[in-house]
């Protein structure tokens, strides 16, 4: 076969994960917190609890300024922020220990309000890419033995809106923390639909 080419009939997923990526459970959740704790890494820790909670897009997250999240000196209960793909605003909470961890970071760096909250490393970019946020969370999850391959920076957004779901079965509060114009995109993100129909199905006894 000349170079270049592709063999005819083999699909070009064949032997790649495709489709949404896993958010993550509680269990890991506390696993890699308690890495990252272990390791002293500051910044990964801010960086990830702040992941949880924000349920930002990861564009949205890398770009945040220390004053979105930071006033009077102090890390905010709740902030927010305009989402780039669609230039509306979104409200997030940020429950104690994220607030915590970003405290500290901030302190740590001795980043001003102006500044962005993730500085990059490479001159290149004064922040983090979603590229390296990428690759820094696939470094997370496969220190506590998950398969790097099946999580991605959109794990981060639908991990604590999906442990919403499954504790409230709210899909409208789902759909405004994720800032959906449309319910069935919260139903599409969150995948799952068909679990919930079983469920009641078997607790329905006729």
């Known amino acids: 076969m000349e170079a270049g080419t592709e063999k005819v009939g083999c699909p070009w997923n064949k032997g790649k994960l495709v489709g949404q990526k896993l958010p993550l459970k509680a269990k890991e959740i506390w696993a890699v917190r308690f890495r990252l704790q272990l390791e002293h890494r500051i910044r990964d820790l801010a960086l990830f609890n702040l992941g949880i909670d924000s349920k930002l897009r990861g564009r949205d997250l890398v770009t945040l300024r220390v004053r979105d999240v930071v006033q009077g000196g102090r890390v905010c209960a709740r902030a927010i922020v305009m989402r780039q793909k669609t230039q509306l605003p979104v409200k997030f909470e940020i429950t104690e220990q994220p607030r915590d961890a970003v405290g500290a970071w901030v302190s740590e ?55 919403i779901y ?37 607790q329905t006894d006729v």
Not at 112 to 117: A, K, R
Request: aromatic content about 6%; charged content about 25%.
């Open 166 to 202: 499954r504790r409230t079965r709210n899909l409208r509060a789902v759909q405004l923390l994720l800032g959906h114009t449309k319910i069935e995109s919260t139903v599409r993100y969150l995948g799952v639909e068909v679990d919930d129909a079983l469920q009641i199905a078997e």
């Open 109 to 163: 760096a001795g980043l001003c309000s102006d500044d962005f909250l993730f500085p990059s490393r490479i001159a290149a970019s004064p922040h983090l890419t979603t590229r390296q946020y990428g690759r820094i969370l696939k470094s997370w999850v496969a220190a506590v033995g998950l398969d790097p391959h099946g999580y991605g920076t959109h794990s981060m957004r639908r991990t604590k809106a999906t442990l």
